[in-house]
Each structure stands twice: as C-alpha cells, then as structure tokens.
C-alpha cells in the first residue's frame, strides 16, 4: 500500500489548504484514514480521522476549520484546511488502518504546511 500526500505550502494566516491523499489502493479497504501533525519539536498527534462508515473525529484545535473528506472514486482523502493560523505550522502526514486479518497501519510521506506573513 502506497500513500502519497500532496498540497502543503506557504500560506498567510487566516488562508487555506486542501491536503490529499491518494492511495494505491481502494480506500474502502481501510477502516479508518486520517491525518496527523507533527510540529517542530513536538509530538506528533492526531488531526483528523474519517471511518469506513464515515464517521469523523477532529482535534480540539481544529474543530470547525479543518474538514476531512474522501473521494472513493479516486481512492483519494481530503484535509480542507481554513482559516489557518501559525501554529498549524507543521509536517502533515496521511494515514490509513487495516484491521483485519491483522491491524496494519500504513503512512504516507509527510507535506509541510507553513502558515506565516
């Protein structure tokens, strides 16, 4: 399984970013896909999640601007990032989870996002 995340930059803030990624794979085969942050000299921590059945989970910080989506179609999952400020500056990385016939977790390459003036 591959993931490639794309769409980080350098953004103002209060501007946007749409993160994707795209899998090798049907993304329907996951149970859940999400993204992660890791921050310079900090932990990495969850962003966003979205399950198979749909269900979304969103860090405290980013609730109502960060949107996470999919597009089975293109076996592709969004981050809609708005109204960004700079302490969402930081490396994101897309993830995906396979539970069975063994939990497996796959990581795509991280995209820098810079929010700064």
């Known amino acids: 399984v591959q993931l490639q995340a794309s769409g980080g930059g350098l953004v103002q803030p209060g501007g946007s970013l749409r993160l994707s990624c795209a899998a090798s794979e049907s993304i329907s085969s996951f149970n859940v896909m999400g993204w992660y942050s890791q921050a310079p000299g900090k932990q990495q921590e969850v962003v966003a999640t979205l399950t198979r059945g749909g269900s979304t989970t969103y860090a405290d910080s980013v609730k109502g601007r960060f949107t996470i989506s999919r597009d089975n179609a293109k076996n592709t999952v969004y981050l809609q990032m708005n109204s960004l400020k700079p302490e969402d500056t930081a490396v994101y990385y897309c993830?995906?989870?396979?539970?069975?016939?063994?939990?497996?977790?796959?990581w795509g390459q991280g995209t820098q996002v810079t929010v700064s003036s």
């Open positions: 993830n995906a989870l396979k539970l069975w016939p063994t939990p497996k977790s796959y």
